[in-house]
């Protein structure tokens, strides 16, 4: 049973309404609000889709849904195959503090007692870079209770080094970049049990069945075109599939988060509801800017929803999850000034249609920003953070990660100058009160001069940040590519700066968590002492949030480097 018997004639499978990821047509169905879900039905020849999502930042609440893996569970059920959802973050319900190994064994527990009880045709796991260590263990149990079902990863860590994952985790196929297409098609040959040679997007692994395997490339897929080309024509998250309503809408998230996010996450007011949404995907900086940043997972171009379907979700999510704040993922949500005023004057209309009226927050950058207020300060007109205020929002989240020129410089933050973070950031903190701002030390030509700039901008501006994190290089970062090349994966396994095989590329992965818990690739000239010491400084000095975590909690004296093992350590 599909949209076609509806007679709208929407092709049978999602993937075949895109044509180089442009929509053919905009009036096929497709599933937004719950209500919505219920057109598409399961057909018999269906699969049994079973999507587990991986815990992570463990030690605080569970309290953003993983709204990739909802995409792509959405476009499944729209295909009609049958989902189920395993969502491991979610079930644990508080956070874990203590015994790390009971954790894991709990995990391993319920994914064993979950395909004990059900036998899924296919698997689907996703998550980030910082998750390895979890979803190597994780895959490894799956293929140990169902060797031939076949695991498809996705999400930023599949994208990142697809062929290392492929080689290094117990998965069959991997799905690169935006997985609404390409779920589809790969679903639909697996069903009819086809070779899945030619499915763009998708890597996976032939086996020549002496247990050896080859890797086959079928190359990118188009991204999803912008606004009504294409996002705009995509199912919204399936929500409901997930603990939504039982677990993500009660642990805070943005401006409802932020006292308690760097200690437990838990809620300051029982009866705030919170979730999250996108209004966009990408950053128009992601190609050659802010080397430290992964945002090309989902290909290169920024793009963004159409205002008026951005609201339509926020409306529809108010009336279904009665929350009273819905915070924006995006990487850069106002980033096109132009667009933002469409969505503020689309929120303020359908105040006026509905009485629709709810709090948000989002990402800025701070040249954006400032470059608007500017502007609005000559012809005397409200800024952009005040129009925004108008029309609820609440917090404006910002990457500033230094005052000093210089590592502005080194990490490639075009645009924005320490002028700029004066005018966007004091704008900001006479709107709202406070700005969500995030530093990082330990980038390229790092001193204690240009910690103390940092630091200096701050008191000036009399700005608090949230957290100081370390500089961390991600694999698909330009960082990545200095770090190796610097020697420091290498260092940060074994202490030796030096060419870093496979090996200790997955020993490195297998240690990442938090980036403000432990130096891993320290960039500057300085020794990793003296860069958790600074940070520790700047913490105390700025009064910012990340205090209850090591090694920012002064439990430590500086000279004994956090160099150890990550929060993912062996235990796992
Ligand atoms: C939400 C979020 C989080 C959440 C958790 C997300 C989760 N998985 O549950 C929290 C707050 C916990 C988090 C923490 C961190 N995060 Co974060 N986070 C994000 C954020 C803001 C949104 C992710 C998202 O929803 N993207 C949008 C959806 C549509 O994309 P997607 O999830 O990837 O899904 C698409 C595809 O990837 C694919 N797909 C995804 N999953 C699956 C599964 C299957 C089966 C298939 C087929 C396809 C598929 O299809 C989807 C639809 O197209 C991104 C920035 C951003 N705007 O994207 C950063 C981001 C992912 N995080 C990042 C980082 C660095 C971190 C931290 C390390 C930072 C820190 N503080 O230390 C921590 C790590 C914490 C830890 N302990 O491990 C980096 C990525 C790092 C990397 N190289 O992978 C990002 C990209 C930010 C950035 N620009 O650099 N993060």
Known sequence: MTANSLGKNAPPRFYQRFIGGVVQNHDWPRITTQ??????????????????????????????LPLGQSFVGAVSVMDG??????????????????????????????????????????????????QYARIKRMTEQCKRIHPDIPIILGGGIATCMPEFMLRRLDIDIVVREEGELTIS???????????????????????????????????????????ELGLDALPWPLRSRWPEEDVYKHNPIGHLN????????????????????????????????????????????????SPREVVNEMEALKSEYGVNYLHFL??????NPKWAYELFDELKLRRRQTGFKIEWGGTCRTNIIAAEVL????SGAPSILERAYEVGMRQAGYGVETGSPTILKSIDKSGQT??????????????????????????????????????????????????????????????????????????????KPGPADEDMIEEYCMRLGEQGDAVRTNFSDLPDEEIVELSWWAVKELGAQNVYRHPHTGDIEPERSPLVRGANDASL
């Open 35 to 64: 209500l919505s879900g219920a057109q598409f039905q399961p057909r018999d020849a269906g699969l049994n889709f079973l999507i587990i999502n991986a815990p992570i930042r463990e030690w605080s609440q569970p309290n953003i």
């Open 81 to 130: 195959h049958r989902l189920h959802v395993l969502d491991l973050n979610a079930m644990r319900q508080r956070p874990i503090r203590d015994n790390p190994q009971a954790f894991t064994s709990w995990v391993l527990e319920k994914l064993t007692e979950c395909l004990s009880s059900f036998r899924p045709d296919v698997i689907g796991i996703g998550g980030i870079i910082t």
């Open 185 to 227: 098609e790969l679903l639909e040959r697996i069903e009819l049990a086809q070779p899945l040679d030619g499915i763009k997007g998708t890597l996976f692994k032939r086996y020549n069945g002496d247990g050896s395997f080859d890797i086959v490339d079928n190359g990118i897929r188009p991204q999803i075109g912008g606004r």
């Open 258 to 305: 932020w006292q308690n996010k760097w200690k437990d996450g838990a809620a300051t007011d029982a009866g705030s509801y919170s979730l999250a949404m996108l209004g966009s995907r990408g950053c128009p900086y992601a190609v050659n800017a802010c080397d430290y940043c992964y945002t090309t997972y989902l290909g290169p171009k920024y793009r963004l929803r």
């Open 330 to 335: 995006d990487d850069l949500l106002i980033a």
């Open 375 to 378: 502007k609005a300060r000559k």
């Open 418 to 495: 320490v002028d700029a973070i004066r005018v966007a950031i004091g704008e900001t903190i006479r709107v709202f009160g406070y700005a969500d701002c995030s530093f990082m030390i330990g980038s390229p030509g790092e001193t204690r001069e240009t910690v103390r700039e940092t630091v200096e901008l701050c008191k000036e501006i009399g700005l608090a940040p949230e957290v100081f994190f370390f500089t961390t290089a991600y694999p698909g970062t330009t960082f990545w590519q200095l770090a190796l090349k610097k020697g420091l994966v290498a260092k940060a396994v074994t202490g």
